[in-house]
Structures are given as C-alpha cells and as structure tokens.
C-alpha cells in the first residue's frame, strides 16, 4: 500500500545512484551517460558506484559485489535523501566484514534486498535505461512508511530475522508476532531491540521513504543471552551491556557497553 505523504513539509534531496560492473564499464558508458544527463536536467544528485566480481565460494563462484565501504555509505544517503539505486545485473553486498573472501556467499544479501524499504531500486537494461522515471517520481511523492514502529524503519541487514514483503500489512503483522511489535523486538541473534524516545539523541533528523524520524531516533540494543555481535557492512562489534543502532545502520556504543572488534 502506498501513503500519501502528510505532515512533513521538510525539503530533502535526490539522488540517483548508478551501480554498474568494472568488468561491464565500456558496454554501460551510453546508459550510465542517458541516466547523468536525466538527472542533471532535473538538478538531481547522481552517483556511480563499481561491483567487481568477486570468489565467494571455495569452488571459485563469483558474485559482482559492491564494497562494504560503498554499501555503507549508501545505506546511509537512503535516509537524508530521496534515492533511486538503479544497475543492469545482480549485485551483492557483504553483511560481515570479517569473512573471508572466497567464503562469503553465506553472508551475501542482494543489492535490492539491502535497500529495499528505504528506496526505490530497479533493474534497468541498456537498451531502455530510463523507462524507470515515472515509477521513481511517483515513489517520490508517495510515503511508504507507517512511523517509527513500522518495521520497515529497521536496518534489517543488522537486526536479524526471517522477513516477507513488509510492503504487505500482512507481512508487517506477521514479523510482529514473531519479532515483537511497537517499542520492543527481539531479533534471531536474541538481541532486544528497544526505543527509548525519552533518550533520543545524536543524529539529526532522518527520514524513511518520505516519512520524518524524530530528530536521533534509535534503538537501545542489549543482548538476552550473554555477549553478542552485532555487525553492519563495515563494522563488527561486540555487546556486553547495550548499544545504539540508528536506522541509517550507525552505530555507537561506549567502551564498558561494547567492544568493537572490526576494524
């Protein structure tokens, strides 16, 4: 279901961001320079960013990826920014830093599924790389966000958990009774996911496909069942007492909570 934005009158940027493959750079150049020249006819931000392909698996198969550090950066424009991520072929992305290259294939997720919920993305072939246009302008002024309890709001690359289409009322009423509703969740990992408003601090206001966090909105995250890591694109921590975890997949902590063993 889509909702009509309401009550936010905040202005905030457009970007398009390109992911293509080095390998595919010559075959890409006329439809990555159609998407820079629609965007700068409309002042929007472009972006590009390289997969390379990559061994994830010790029998030699290969996935184009996106760095951690490009997936993180991202994942993060997603909330300050209205974004389409367009590419023209499968793209992975790395949910643990720490795993070693060739066997990365189970922490894999695809590029659609790491930033889904929090933009538009569309496959797009060469021939036709703009035929996204209407569909991305039309998301741009709809709201696909119930609020702050909406799982949606989530970084679901970090909070861990079995998940349908959240686009569907009845998916969203489905992870709740599993993972828990409103204020309070608890993830796979046994981590409790809880919001604190009272204690809202930090970050500025963000924003998830058109509707307006609180300014600092976060989780307090604590672990049910003895220390546990929590990992995003980039970072591997371990949690002893509790850490923050903002939606934009921030994290922050202070050394008698948690510990950060990556990087």
Same mark, same amino acid.
């Given at each position: 279901?889509?909702?009509?934005? #309401?009550?936010?009158?905040?202005?905030?940027?457009?970007?398009?961001?390109? $992911?293509?493959?080095?390998?595919? =750079?010559?075959?890409?150049?006329?439809? =990555?320079?159609? $998407?820079?020249?629609? @965007? =700068?006819?409309?002042?929007?931000?472009?972006? *590009?960013?390289?997969?390379?392909?990559?061994?994830?698996?010790?029998?030699?198969?290969?996935?184009?990826? $996106? #760095?951690?550090?490009?997936?993180?950066? +991202?994942?993060?424009?997603?909330?300050?920014?209205?974004?389409?991520?367009?590419?023209?072929?499968?793209?992975? /992305?790395?949910?643990?830093?720490?795993?070693?290259?060739?066997? =990365?294939?189970?922490?894999?997720?695809? !590029?659609?599924?790491?930033?889904?919920?929090? #933009?538009?993305?569309?496959?797009?072939?060469?021939?036709?790389?703009?035929?996204?246009?209407?569909?991305?302008?039309?998301?741009?002024?709809? @709201?696909?966000?119930?609020?702050?309890?909406?799982?949606? @709001? !989530?970084? +679901?690359?970090?909070?861990?958990?079995?998940?349908?289409?959240?686009?569907?009322?009845? *998916?969203?009423?489905?992870?709740?009774?599993?993972?828990?509703?409103?204020?309070?969740?608890?993830?796979?990992?046994?981590?409790?996911?809880? !919001?604190?408003?009272?204690?809202?601090?930090?970050?500025?206001?963000?924003?998830?496909?058109?509707?307006?966090?609180?300014?600092?909105?976060?989780?307090? /995250?604590?672990?049910?069942?003895?220390?546990?890591?929590?990992?995003?694109?980039?970072?591997?921590?371990?949690?002893?007492?509790? $850490?923050?975890?903002?939606?934009?997949?921030?994290?922050?902590?202070?050394?008698?909570?948690?510990?950060?063993?990556?990087?």
């Amino acid at each position: 279901m889509r909702f009509v934005r #309401s009550g936010s009158k905040r202005s905030v940027p457009t970007d398009i961001w390109v $992911i293509f493959s080095k390998n595919r =750079r010559p075959e890409t150049a006329a439809a =990555r320079s159609a $998407i820079r020249s629609l @965007c =700068r006819s409309r002042n929007w931000d472009f972006q *590009e960013r390289l997969s390379r392909e990559m061994a994830v698996a010790p029998t030699g198969r290969k996935r184009n990826m $996106i #760095s951690g550090s490009d997936a993180s950066e +991202l994942y993060r424009r997603l909330h300050v920014a209205r974004v389409g991520v367009i590419w023209f072929g499968p793209v992975f /992305v790395c949910v643990d830093p720490t795993v070693q290259e060739r066997y =990365r294939e189970r922490v894999l997720c695809s !590029l659609e599924t790491f930033v889904r919920y929090k #933009s538009f993305c569309r496959y797009v072939s060469l021939e036709n790389p703009t035929e996204w246009l209407a569909d991305f302008e039309q998301w741009c002024h709809a @709201c696909e966000c119930e609020g702050e309890h909406d799982p949606r @709001c !989530l970084p +679901l690359h970090v909070f861990r958990a079995s998940q349908g289409d959240l686009d569907l009322a009845s *998916e969203r009423g489905l992870f709740a009774r599993r993972y828990g509703a409103g204020s309070v969740r608890v993830d796979e990992e046994r981590m409790e996911w809880r !919001l604190l408003p009272r204690i809202f601090h930090g970050q500025g206001g963000t924003q998830i496909a058109g509707y307006d966090l609180r300014p600092g909105l976060h989780w307090d /995250v604590r672990p049910l069942s003895g220390p546990t890591r929590i990992m995003t694109t980039t970072e591997v921590w371990l949690v002893y007492a509790h $850490i923050n975890v903002y939606p934009n997949a921030n994290l922050r902590s202070k050394p008698r909570n948690s510990k950060k063993l990556f990087p």
